[in-house]
C-alpha cells in the first residue's frame, strides 16, 4: 500500500472522482451535494492524496484548509471494487497525520445523511469524530450531517 501526494492527473483518478460524484447525486439531492469536481481539488488550498495497491487505485481522499488552524476532509473514496479492505481506515489515519503535520488543531467534514453514508459514518465516529453544527460556509441541511475532530 503506498499514499502519495497526487496532482489529479491519472486517468484512474478522474474515473474514481467520477464514480464518487455520481453515487453523491445518487443518494443526496443537487443542492446538498457538496463533493469537490476534479478541477475544484486543484486549488491551492487543497492537498490531494491518493493510495495505490501495487498499481491499483484503492482510495483518495483530500484536506482543504478551512481557517489557519483547521482543515476538511473532501473526497474520501475507496474505489466500489475495493470496499471493506481497509483503504478508507488507512486514508482517514493518514489525512489526520498530514494535518497534523500541517499545524492543523481540528478537521471538520460533511457527510450524508441517507443510509448510504452509514458506513462513512460509522467510520468517522470510530475515530473521535463527533457530530457538531456546520461550519465555515455550509448551512443547516437535512441531508448533511457535519462533524469535527480536535487533533
Known amino acids: 500500500m503506498n499514499i502519495k501526494l497526487d496532482d489529479l492527473s491519472h486517468p484512474a483518478v478522474a474515473r474514481l472522482l467520477h464514480e464518487h460524484l455520481e453515487d453523491m447525486y445518487d443518494n443526496s439531492p443537487a443542492d446538498s451535494v457538496h463533493a469537490l469536481d476534479l478541477a475544484r ?3 491551492r488550498d487543497i492537498r490531494f492524496y491518493t493510495l495505490w ?4 487505485l484503492a482510495a483518495c481522499g483530500a484536506v482543504k484548509q478551512v481557517d489557519f488552524h483547521s482543515g476538511e476532509i ?3 473514496r475507496a474505489t466500489r471494487a475495493l470496499r471493506g479492505r481497509g483503504f478508507g481506515h488507512a486514508m482517514l489515519m493518514h489525512l489526520e497525520n498530514e ?3 500541517l499545524g492543523f488543531k481540528r478537521l471538520y467534514l460533511e457527510t450524508g445523511t441517507a443510509d448510504y ?3 462513512a459514518q460509522r467510520l468517522y465516529l470510530a475515530h473521535g469524530f463527533e457530530v457538531c453544527a456546520p461550519f465555515g460556509h455550509y448551512r443547516e441541511d ?3 450531517l457535519f462533524m469535527t475532530k480536535a487533533l
Do not use: A, C, Y
Open 99 to 101: 494535518s497534523r503535520r
Open 41 to 43: 481539488l486543484k486549488q
Open 142 to 144: 437535512p441531508h448533511s
Open 74 to 76: 473532501k473526497s474520501m
Open 117 to 119: 453514508f452509514l458506513p
Open 53 to 56: 495497491q501495487g498499481n491499483t
